[in-house]
């Protein structure tokens, strides 16, 4: 069973709509969470750390269910340069698992 | 965050000769990384690069195939020796600012592609 799972999409939508992403984990005892964007051809960039009581950051907010082992991403207001691949991240002991990514193609 | 460089950028080599890539960090950095990224995968860990001993590799990856260097805190090598066409992929650097602390996010570097014919 992988560490971190992902629904690889990819997710076809407009531009101005919403759009949430979802991830589970395996580790219960899974410390820190992040969303990681990367786009085509180039290296995965930190988007947003996830805290437990859910963080927002502009467009982005990001949710931690820790009792059902998942953290969501979601994206309002779309843009065209929103389109890319989004990579869940869960730690243990210092590792850093990721997931395989989710593809997100905003259209206009 | 850090400023992370990575030479090559890319490179294209024949089976059985050997590739060395250079990771180097704008700051001093506790906790260096290399990874790979097959197409259309997602990151695998090869090793952690520690300063001043030997790196610590992942289940699947040794160091006679991916010896790496880290001679100080800013600077990291990863050879990939005996190229075969499997080690296509982009090798990635990678660093953690702190160990234990809420700044424990870790930063890439471009990457390197290597195609191996």
């Known amino acids: 069973r992988k560490e971190v799972e992902q629904d690889p999409g990819p997710f076809n939508v407009p531009e101005g709509a919403t759009v949430a992403f979802n991830c589970t984990y395996s580790n219960s005892a899974s410390q820190s969470f992040f969303w990681y964007r990367q786009d085509c051809r180039k290296e995965p960039k930190l988007l947003m750390s996830?805290?437990?009581s859910g963080n927002e950051d502009g467009r982005f907010t990001a949710q931690l269910n820790r009792a059902s082992q998942y953290i969501s991403l979601l994206i309002r207001d779309s843009k065209l340069s929103d389109s890319a691949t989004y990579l869940c991240?869960?730690?243990?002991?210092?590792?850093?698992?990721f997931g395989s990514g989710t593809k997100l193609n905003v259209k206009p | 965050s850090a400023v992370i460089s990575q030479k090559p950028s890319r490179d294209i080599c024949q089976r059985g000769t050997s590739l060395t890539i250079q990771c180097q960090v704008d700051s001093q950095v506790t906790m260096m990384f290399w990874y790979r990224q097959q197409p259309g995968q997602s990151l695998t860990l090869i090793a952690t690069a520690n300063q001043g001993s030997e790196a610590t590799y992942e289940s699947g990856f040794v160091i006679d195939k991916f010896p790496i260097s880290r001679p100080n805190l800013t600077f990291s090598t990863l050879t990939v020796s005996n190229l075969s066409p499997e080690d296509s992929s982009i090798y990635l650097c990678s660093v953690r600012l702190a160990v234990i602390s809420s700044y424990n996010e870790q930063f890439f570097g471009p990457g390197t592609r290597l195609t191996v014919l």
């Open positions: 996830v805290y437990s």
């Open positions: 991240v869960v730690t243990y002991f210092n590792k850093f698992y």
